[in-house]
């Protein structure tokens, strides 16, 4: 058995890689509304590109799950493409206004986009969804200016993908505007958190445990 080509790199086999997910992609967003997100539209989509079974395995070895990693990274992209600078922005208003153009992004293709949702409801599914509001995040807060490699770096990622999940799910099958006010009610809860939590030193008791442990373990004087 010969070794997969690598298509991590910039090679000819990866550049080939690329074009296909992305037509493979777009074949599956078409028939998605009618198939439903699942192995089914992974074949048809793989067939209307001329592509075996052996190409479908190593292109997408993990079937629906790689195709919707492949539409939520598209829509990353377009969100991001879409919100230009945030220079002049509070921060506030740079996360609504991300998390609005994330939501639009995918609204250009609701149906794909509600049978996706639904398939990364599945418990068997909740880990890829998961990561994948975590990778959006990501994104979001770099464009945001983020720059915090501390506690704070998972911290903000991890509340704004709590955000994000339910948000996308409110926007796919409620609308806009209950996504929007959705939305606008979290960040100010967030914010009301952050003030609350500027004036509190959480680092203090753990920073005397630490001390203490320090003098108990060295015989340090107090």
Known sequence: MTDAPDLSTDTPSSDWADRMEQAVLDAAIDRAPALGWNSALVRAACEANGLSLGDQELLLPNGPRDLAALLSRRHDSRALAALG??????IRERIARAVSARMEAGAQDIEATRRCAGFLAVPTN??????????????LWRWAGDTSTDWNHY??????SGILIPALTLRWFDGQE?????????????????K?????????PLKTATDLLSRLRYGAKA
């Not at 911290?155 to 704004?160: D, F, G, Q, W, Y």
């Not at 209950?178 to 952050?194: L, Q, S, T, W």
Request: charge should be negative; glycine fraction near 8%.
């Open 85 to 90: 600078s945030a220079e002049g922005l509070k």
């Open 126 to 139: 909740a880990d890829l969804g998961l990561s994948l509001a975590w990778e959006s995040a990501d994104h």
């Open 155 to 160: 911290s903000k990622r991890t509340i704004l």
């Open 196 to 204: 609350w939590k500027a004036g509190k030193d959480f680092e203090g």
């Open 178 to 194: 209950a996504a929007e006010a959705f939305v606008a009610a979290r960040i100010d809860n967030v914010m009301a958190f952050e």
